[in-house]
């Protein structure tokens, strides 16, 4: 039995990084973005705000860019603030490095593990899915989607009664399956 599990966003996550007004280290997505054109060539920046003072910091988009070189849809997307937009490009590895940032996921994102009619089964086979790339430890989503406690799960990885391909220490933001035998 194959038992399908989804990792979420709920909202967008804190982006990490140093406010010059107040030293604070957390910033969220105001949603908006600004536009701003010099003949032919475009920059565009996505505009957030610190969780401290409020203050706006910007996170470049695009540089000068020609118009031409801009998908027409993305250009429409940023003109109109569209909010699917600054979730697509705040998990952009490359808007990350041009901006040195890092996300905070911490209560940003929820495991759907589709009800608790599998807990009493002897070996359960689960799919994980992630929705977004979330990074999340294994032992975190196996505790919480089988409602034991977290030693518990190293415990049974340890005695080999959950198994997988994939490494189950660490962090993982991809798709990944597992076997529980209890």
């Given amino acids: 039995m194959l038992i399908n599990w989804v990792v979420v966003p709920t909202c967008p996550p804190l982006v990490i990084r140093r406010c010059h007004a107040c030293a604070s280290e957390r910033f969220r997505a105001s949603g908006k ?3 701003n054109a010099n ?16 203050d706006t910091a910007k ?18 997307r940023l003109h109109h603030n569209d909010p699917g937009l600054t979730a697509e490009l705040l998990q952009d590895p490359v808007v990350q490095r041009r901006n040195r940032i890092a996300l905070d996921w911490d209560g940003a ?14 070996v359960i086979d689960v799919a994980v899915r992630f929705a977004a790339r979330i ?24 005695e080999g009664k959950v198994v997988s391909a994939v ?16």
């Fill in 33 to 35: 973005f600004r536009v």
């Fill in 39 to 54: 003949h032919k060539l475009l920059d565009a920046w996505l505009l957030v705000l610190c969780t401290g003072c409020g």
């Fill in 59 to 76: 996170l470049t988009l695009l540089e000068r860019t020609n118009v031409r070189s801009i998908r027409p849809d993305l250009l429409d």
């Fill in 109 to 122: 994102w929820r495991l759907d593990t589709g009800g608790g009619d599998h807990l009493d089964a002897e």
């Fill in 135 to 158: 990074p999340v430890r294994p032992v975190r989503l196996i505790a919480e989607g089988c409602g034991l406690p977290r030693a518990e799960v190293e415990r049974l990885i340890t």
């Fill in 167 to 182: 490494r189950l220490t660490g962090r993982l933001s991809g798709d990944f399956t597992f076997t529980l035998k209890r």
